[in-house]
C-alpha cells in the first residue's frame, strides 16, 4: 500500500499532528495556499512533494504551477487550487483535488473522486481543520480515503 497526506491551505502554519501524519506517508499532495515559502521548504524534506500555487503564494511561488497532472501507484491525479479552474477535459483522471474553500468535500462524480481535504492550517469561515489519507494498491489501483480531523 502507498499511503499519501492530501492537505491544502495551511497558510504558513504547520501543526505537529500534520506533519506525524505526513512523515507516516509516502507522498503528499498539497493544493496550494503554504502562504510562505518556508512552509513548502519545511514539507519538501518529508519526502516526494505534489504541489500547486494557491492565490495566497505571492511572487515566491511563480514556479509552482496552477494545475498538475501526476500518477501515484497507477491512480492518475488532477491538482489545482481552485475548483473553477478543473480543466473541462478530464479524460484517464481518477481522482481531482482542490483547495481554497477551507471545507472538506469529498464526492464520487462522473466515475472519478472529487477531493477537498479542508484547511490545515488556520481556521476559517467557522469551519473545522482537517486533511486526508489516501492508501492506494500499487497492484490494483484501488484506493481508499480516510478523513483525518486536526486539532
Same mark, same amino acid.
Given at each position: ?13 504547520l501543526?505537529? &499532528?500534520v506533519? $506525524?501524519?505526513? %512523515?507516516?506517508? =509516502?507522498?503528499?499532495?498539497h493544493a496550494?495556499?503554504?502562504a510562505? $515559502? ?5 514539507? *519538501? ?5 505534489y504541489?500547486? #500555487?494557491?492565490?495566497n /503564494? *505571492? ?9 498538475? *497532472? ?11 487550487? =481552485?475548483?473553477?479552474?478543473v =480543466?473541462r477535459n ?10 481554497h474553500s477551507?471545507?472538506?468535500? &469529498?464526492? $464520487?462524480i =462522473?466515475? %472519478?473522486?472529487?477531493?477537498?481535504p479542508?484547511a490545515?492550517?488556520?481556521? #476559517? ?10 492508501e492506494?494498491?500499487?497492484?490494483s489501483? /484501488?484506493?481508499?480515503v480516510?478523513?483525518i480531523?486536526?486539532?
Amino acid at each position: 500500500m502507498i499511503r499519501v497526506a492530501i492537505l491544502s491551505d495551511t497558510h504558513n502554519v504547520l501543526r505537529p &499532528q500534520v506533519l $506525524e501524519v505526513i %512523515r507516516s506517508c =509516502d507522498a503528499l499532495i498539497h493544493a496550494g495556499d503554504f502562504a510562505k $515559502e518556508a512552509v513548502l521548504d519545511t514539507l *519538501r524534506q518529508t519526502g516526494r512533494i505534489y504541489a500547486v #500555487r494557491g492565490n495566497n /503564494d *505571492r511572487t515566491w511561488a511563480a514556479h509552482l504551477k496552477d494545475t498538475l *497532472r501526476f500518477e501515484i501507484g497507477g491512480t492518475h491525479f488532477f491538482l489545482t487550487h =481552485d475548483r473553477r479552474n478543473v =480543466d473541462r477535459n478530464l479524460d484517464g483522471v481518477d481522482v481531482v483535488i482542490f483547495g481554497h474553500s477551507h471545507k472538506y468535500f &469529498q464526492q $464520487e462524480i =462522473d466515475g %472519478r473522486l472529487w477531493l477537498n481535504p479542508g484547511a490545515c492550517g488556520r481556521p #476559517r469561515f467557522g469551519g473545522a481543520l482537517s486533511m486526508a489519507v489516501m492508501e492506494i494498491d500499487g497492484q490494483s489501483g /484501488d484506493y481508499t480515503v480516510e478523513k483525518i480531523d486536526v486539532h
